[in-house]
């Protein structure tokens, strides 16, 4: 084989290798879906604020206001990655 056709060949073991056995791909695909969506949906809120707050009570309040947000959105991230981790363990 040539080098071209071993690299694919050798990614695609290592990567069924790294799968869990007992993984939920439709549960995985759902959360991941939802992690995305949540994230997409944060960010547009926390701009929206910020701009909000920028405009209304000036950029001190509208830091402050990106930082609590930005903060909600990390802690919520963690929370969705822990739920698709979880998806991904379990065995239905």
Known sequence: ?????????????VLLAAAPAAANPIGVVMESG????????????????TVRDFFEHGPHTAGRTWKANAARLKDNAHADKERVKREAQSEE
């Open 1 to 13: 084989m040539t080098a071209h056709r071993t690299a694919p060949a050798l990614l695609a073991v």
């Open 34 to 49: 939802r992690l995305a969506g949540h994230t997409v949906r944060g960010s547009a809120l926390t701009v929206g604020r």
